[in-house]
């Protein structure tokens, strides 16, 4: 089952422009990851928050996580054509099977030039 | 140095007929997983090995699928029997150790049952 949920599902901006993508989850995490993935291949791993982390940068990627709410989101700055893709939102459970992702759906970022 | 690799990229076969899909995880990784997409399923997990034993069979879907690792390293993905809703792209990813570890994935390969 999956238990990330991104939000939106697609989302169309011009080159330059900012992009937010969101995230949801359900249960208890270790951490939290988001990913890449281009025409529907492999997946590029971007960042890695865990649990007691509220914000981290890398490049023009900022993430966020708010554990009280269960949501993570995803900004790039400064967006370039390149940067069209599927982004994913993967949660690594506290406890239990905490070696597995469990994906969400993806959000579908097309950066217009 | 070299990320995962997957072969075959694609694979194109009958129903009925097995396949077996090889990932080539990066070197010293002692963890690997199997994953697949589908259109209507998103991404699943299906198989989890820590060195040659694979603790987690949980996510394979049916005993059709079986899994296994040698030498620490290289890992089958054997699929008896393919049905057309096996097709999918079936991701391969690698680890340094266990739990929460950051996963590199391979390309993939894209199965397709007809």
């Known amino acids: 089952s999956q238990q990330g949920e991104e939000d939106p599902q697609a989302l169309s901006i011009q080159e330059g422009e900012n992009a937010t993508m969101n995230c949801s989850y359900k249960t208890s995490i270790n951490n939290l990851q988001w990913y890449r993935q281009n025409s529907g291949r492999g997946l590029v791993h971007l960042i890695l928050i865990r649990s007691n982390e509220r914000e981290k940068h890398s490049g023009r990627l900022r993430v966020t996580l708010d554990t009280s709410k269960k949501s993570s989101s995803l900004l790039i700055t400064a967006s370039r054509a390149a940067d069209t893709a599927s982004y994913f939102c993967?949660?690594?459970?506290?406890?239990?099977?905490?070696?597995?992702?469990?994906f969400g759906k993806g959000t579908l970022l097309t950066v217009n030039p | 140095g070299a990320g995962v690799s997957q072969s075959p990229s694609n694979k194109v076969t009958e129903k009925g007929k097995d396949v077996e899909l090889r990932c080539d995880p990066i070197?010293?990784?002692?963890?690997l997983y199997w994953y697949r997409q589908s259109l209507g399923q998103g991404l699943e997990f299906l198989i989890y090995f820590q060195g040659n034993s694979a603790p987690d069979k949980s996510g394979l879907p049916s005993d059709r699928f079986s899994a296994e690792r040698t030498g620490g390293s290289v890992s089958t993905l054997t699929i008896q029997r393919t049905q057309q809703e096996d097709s999918a792209v079936y991701l391969c990813?690698?680890?340094?150790?266990?739990?929460?570890?950051?996963?590199?994935f391979g390309p993939g390969t894209r199965l397709t049952v007809l």
């Open positions: 990813a690698s680890s340094p150790g266990l739990a929460s570890d950051t996963q590199y």
């Open positions: 993967a949660t690594v459970q506290l406890g239990g099977s905490n070696y597995k992702l469990t």
């Open positions: 070197s010293g990784h002692t963890a």
